[in-house]
């Protein structure tokens, strides 16, 4: 159980990049960081509006000298201290993340990187060189694989509480985007420009998240094949999708699918895994994280529950509170910013933690490469392609 000792011998000094005033995902990142103090904020780029970035950073306690203009300036001035910062989170639009985080690398700093990690293989290539080489940890939020649950899924599929798997069935179909909400809302704006966006919208956005639940709960399936449809149904987002229908066949023979939708309407977040065995299947839903359901074939289905001491140690581990009381995603997050910590404080040391997972920068590969693909299916006419 998580009780906030300390998992690092100092705090880490941190920096972020975005996550400015009004930005959607910038205070998870401040609030994960900063809970179970192994991180501490001490220097910003917040905001693409340099004034209203430094009142913001401000009033975050941080100095006023260090709330930066830009991160070319925020890494050189930090550099040229002793207490320099040490990590940086990037939280700014998609169409940034590769040249800042290319830069972080260069300036020495452990990167924490919002997905997607940048538009091409060949760029996510280039970084994860680059932060071998560097010796550097990348992390990227995949956030939700921070719920115990998931933990608990992983575990008992390795345990072969399933049997052997054949369907991995996931979906993240929320309806927030059912309208063009775009034209008055800054934070969607963005995501239907292929500028900033990428080659996709809602295959980036929405499907790589339960494509890494996949990854974590199933580490060894490795995709061979796909086949991808993607349109937009709100005409003005073209030629980005806000639908898109994945099919992928594993080397192992078993079959996925991913459901990536913004404009199901009614629905709020909708992201499920059902992951499906020879024995029984379990199913995850973002908007009940506490649960897994577990069906056994031929008996009544069970809900097992967070915190509960019939789960694996290694799902409790992850537990903050006990059982009863509700977790979210907050704690998802913190358990995660835990996980770079002890993976920042560890590459310090040259003791690189091989028994520790996180979505480290192979998982931003893979997000980049899955996109990639379903992109090149779907544009040649919803074919089947060799997952390259
Ligand atoms: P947003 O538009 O709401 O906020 C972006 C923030 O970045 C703003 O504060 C803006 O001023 C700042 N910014 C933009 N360019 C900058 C620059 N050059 N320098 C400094 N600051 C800059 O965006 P958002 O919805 O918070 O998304 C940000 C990133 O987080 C995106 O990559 C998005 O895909 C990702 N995201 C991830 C999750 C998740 O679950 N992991 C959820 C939402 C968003």
């Not at 599929?157 to 798997?165: A, F």
């Not at 979906?171 to 008055?184: C, L, T």
């Not at 289905?301 to 009381?325: F, K, Q, S, T, V």
């Amino acid at each position: 159980m998580i009780q906030g000792e300390k998992n690092v011998e100092q705090p880490i000094r941190w920096a972020m990049i975005g996550g400015g005033r009004g930005s959607q995902i910038g205070y998870i990142h401040r609030s994960s960081a900063l809970r179970d103090h192994n991180f501490e904020l001490v220097a910003g780029a917040f905001d693409i509006n340099p004034n209203r970035g430094k009142d913001f950073g401000v009033n975050l306690h941080v100095e006023p000298e260090r709330c930066y203009a830009g991160y070319k300036e925020m890494f050189e001035k930090e550099a040229k201290r002793e207490d320099g910062i040490q990590a940086v989170s990037i939280a700014t639009p998609n169409g940034t993340h590769y040249e800042m985080t290319k830069a972080a690398l260069y300036a020495g700093l452990h990167v924490i990187c919002e997905k997607p990690l940048c538009f091409t293989v060949k760029e996510a290539i280039e970084l994860e060189k680059l932060a071998k080489n560097k010796q550097l940890v990348v992390g990227i939020t995949y956030g939700y694989a921070g719920h115990q649950m998931i933990e608990q899924a992983r575990q008992m599929i390795e345990n072969g509480e399933l049997g052997d798997i054949c369907i991995v069935n996931m979906q993240f179909a929320h309806g927030f985007h059912s309208a063009p909400v775009e034209a008055a809302n800054a934070s969607t704006k963005w995501r239907v420009d292929p500028k900033m966006a990428g080659p996709s919208y809602v295959l980036g956005d929405l499907g790589t998240h339960p494509l890494y639940l996949s990854k974590v709960m199933l580490p060894n399936f490795k995709i061979k094949k796909l086949m991808c449809t993607r349109q937009s149904f709100v005409k003005s987002r073209a030629p980005l999708e806000d639908n898109a229908y994945t099919i992928m066949e594993y080397e192992n023979g078993a079959i996925g699918t991913v459901w990536s939708f913004c404009v199901n309407a009614g629905s709020m977040h909708g992201q499920k895994i059902r992951v499906i065995g020879s024995k029984a299947s379990i199913e995850w839903w973002d908007e009940h994280p506490n649960q897994l359901r577990y069906e056994v074939q031929g008996k009544p289905a069970m809900i097992l529950d967070r915190g509960m001491n019939y789960l694996y140690p290694e799902a409790l581990a992850d537990d903050r509170i006990g059982g009863g009381h509700p977790e979210g995603l907050f704690e998802a997050w913190s358990n995660l910013y835990t996980r770079f910590a002890k993976a920042i404080a560890a590459a310090e040391r040259r003791d690189w933690r091989e028994d520790l997972w996180y979505p480290g920068i192979e998982a931003g590969v893979e997000g980049v490469r899955w996109v990639e693909n379903c992109v090149r299916s779907a544009d040649n006419g919803a074919v089947w392609v060799e997952y390259q």
